[in-house]
């Protein structure tokens, strides 16, 4: 069974790079499968971030594309989230998921990970 | 921008059907995936393509999507659906697109 785990920084201070990594286990992330980064602010909708393909191919939310990028690294099964120039705004659990295919739903999901912007 | 609207919340009492709406542009000729969200939790995965249950999930839970709006429909209410629930589509400008969420109410 899929297990998918956030891991990185809870802390990032204004101006600074959120990193975060998803690790896989259980399932090749080498698969026709596409993996992507939801967040959710405190109290607040789901917001789809990015979604990168088992061959690398990615995808962005307009009102974030500026600031993210997103890859996946076969040889660790794990993909990863860089979202730079944060602000409080980018205060929010974030969650790495598995869609079944090119924009398919997401039918697993990580834990999420609280991510604080705060000097 | 591609947007999916739901009410705020709904009431439904134990044993009855409670119906959750989502609004888009010809969202009908789009598929739409429904979440279950419980507090504290990750999103759960309940209908995709419009009416189909994943392997898990009661059959309770049923959808629909024609026209411009989805409705996912939880016979037989019980207490443990009670929930935060977002629809979910794909638009070619935009991506994913997720609505801005239902919180039901067993009561």
């Known amino acids: 069974q899929v297990q998918l785990q956030e891991s990185g920084p809870g802390l990032v201070k204004p101006s600074e790079t959120l990193s975060l990594t998803c690790a896989v286990s259980g399932f090749s992330i080498r698969t026709d499968y596409w993996w992507g980064w939801i967040r959710q602010p405190p109290g607040k909708g789901l917001e789809w971030i990015a979604t990168?393909?088992?061959?690398?191919?990615?995808y962005y939310s307009m009102s974030l594309t500026s600031r993210v990028t997103t890859s996946i690294d076969t040889s660790r099964n794990q993909f990863s989230l860089n979202l730079t120039s944060v602000t409080a705004a980018d205060t929010a659990v974030y969650y790495c998921?598995?869609?079944?295919?090119?924009?398919?739903?997401?039918?697993?999901w990580g834990q999420g990970t609280l991510v604080t912007v705060s000097s | 921008s591609y947007e999916l609207t739901q009410p705020p919340s709904v009431s439904v009492s134990p044993g009855q059907t409670a119906s959750i709406t989502c609004s888009g542009d010809?969202?009908?000729?789009?598929?739409a995936s429904w979440y279950q969200q419980k507090p504290g939790q990750s999103p759960v995965l309940v209908i995709y393509q419009d009416s189909k249950r994943p392997s898990g999930i009661p059959e309770r839970f049923s959808g629909s999507n024609s026209g411009n709006t989805a409705t996912l429909t939880i016979s037989a209410a019980q207490s443990m659906d009670e929930a935060d629930y977002y629809c979910q589509a794909w638009a070619s400008t935009t991506g994913y697109v997720f609505g801005t969420g239902t919180t039901v109410t067993v009561l």
């Open positions: 990168v393909s088992h061959g690398g191919d990615t």
């Open positions: 010809k969202l009908g000729d789009k598929y």
């Open positions: 998921a598995r869609a079944g295919g090119n924009w398919k739903p997401y039918d697993s």
